[in-house]
């Protein structure tokens, strides 16, 4: 059974530096990776989507990469504003069942 | 722009009052899923449509149900709602196994 683990659960940071938030998975047989942002009490944006025969994805000031053998993935936001404040979640499609198992985020506060 | 729509974006019931929540889509996305998720935690997967074919989690509770009478539209059914089941319903849509994109959400209120 696939298992996505998100580290940190939580992380403030003052605006404008760079930061990482890391994503790992159990299971390396996956369809694909997504990266999503979640604002208190609203939906799901989708960031990113990561092949499984690709290693990175770039879209403004958000880079995304995926490691499939070492079960890894890394989202990188260059800039940090107070708008980047908010809950970020890895997900990642994998099994016969064809289903996206979530990790349980890494809360942003990005301090003006 | 092609989007992913939840009807109502909230939802208030009484205890074991049935409700219908509604998704409908513009991408013209072949699977639609519904996913619940409580405060603080993950979305969990409640069942999914592959096309016409319904795919229902293990661990979806029989009070859950759902309808996809055309390619745009889906619905959840809670056919009587317990105190447990308040919380966010997400509606998502996508091109076989690509990206998934996601309304933004029905909060259901159990009274």
């Known amino acids: 059974k696939q298992e996505v683990t998100q580290i940190p659960a939580a992380l403030s940071v003052p605006e404008g530096e760079n930061l990482v938030l890391n994503c790992s998975f159990t299971d390396s047989a996956i369809y694909n990776l997504q990266w999503f942002r979640q604002d208190p009490g609203k939906g799901l944006t989708s960031l990113l989507l990561?092949?499984?025969?690709?290693r990175e994805q770039t879209s403004g000031r958000l880079n995304a990469s995926l490691d499939k053998s070492s079960g890894r993935s890394t989202l990188y936001i260059a800039a940090s504003q107070p708008g980047d404040s908010a809950t970020y979640l890895c997900?990642?499609?994998?099994?016969?069942?064809?289903?996206?198992?979530f990790g349980s985020g890494t809360q942003l506060t990005v301090l003006p | 722009d092609a989007m992913v729509i939840q009807n109502p974006r909230y939802q208030v019931t009484q205890f074991g009052k049935p409700v219908t929540l509604s998704c409908s889509q513009t991408l013209n996305h072949n699977v639609m899923y519904w996913y619940q998720q409580k405060s603080s935690q993950a979305p969990k997967l409640l069942f999914h449509y592959y096309d016409k074919d319904f795919n229902n989690e293990a661990d979806t509770p029989d009070n859950f149900q759902s309808r996809r009478p055309n390619t745009s539209f889906c619905f959840l059914d809670i056919r009587s709602p317990g105190l447990g089941d308040a919380a966010m319903y997400l509606c998502?849509?996508?091109?076989?196994?690509?990206?998934?994109?996601f309304g933004p959400g029905t909060r259901l209120t159990v009274l």
């Open positions: 990561i092949q499984s025969s690709q």
């Open positions: 997900a990642v499609f994998s099994g016969s069942a064809r289903q996206l198992t």
């Open positions: 998502a849509t996508s091109r076989d196994v690509q990206a998934q994109f």
